[in-house]
């Protein structure tokens, strides 16, 4: 049996190619790099953290005093923004501390990245 229809039926050994060049240049790894930071989802779900806890914060502030008693005289309003705003901030600065960064030169183009079942025994 050939050594290609060996590999599309299961059997045998598989081997590994390397894969092709893909023709980036590290100008184009780094711009790639520059738009997922701009759009890492720590960032959107941490800014939409901070827009929601500012809005109960400000309710929590300046609602009024029959609203901010309601739950057992506490001001659930003020501690649940306060919360959301701690956390957004938590989100925005991982995303800021953590950026994404290019595959680094010596090992760009050396596989997938996919985890690949064993092979069958």
């Known amino acids: 049996m050939p050594e290609e229809e060996q590999q599309s039926s299961g059997g045998g050994a598989r081997r590994e190619e390397p894969m092709a060049p893909t023709g980036a240049t590290e100008q184009d790894e780094a711009e790639a790099a520059r738009m997922a930071n701009r759009f890492d989802i720590r960032r959107l779900i941490g800014a939409v953290f901070v827009l929601y806890g500012l809005i109960l914060l400000a309710l929590g502030i300046f609602g009024s005093h029959a609203v901010k008693t309601k739950a057992a005289g506490i001001n659930i309003n003020l ?4 919360g959301m705003l701690i956390f957004g901030g938590l989100m ?23 985890i690949r079942r064993a092979p069958a025994t």
């Open 92 to 114: 925005i600065f991982w995303a800021l501390a953590r950026p994404v960064e290019p595959e680094p030169e010596e090992t760009r183009g050396q596989g997938s990245g996919r």
């Open 79 to 82: 501690w649940t923004g306060i």
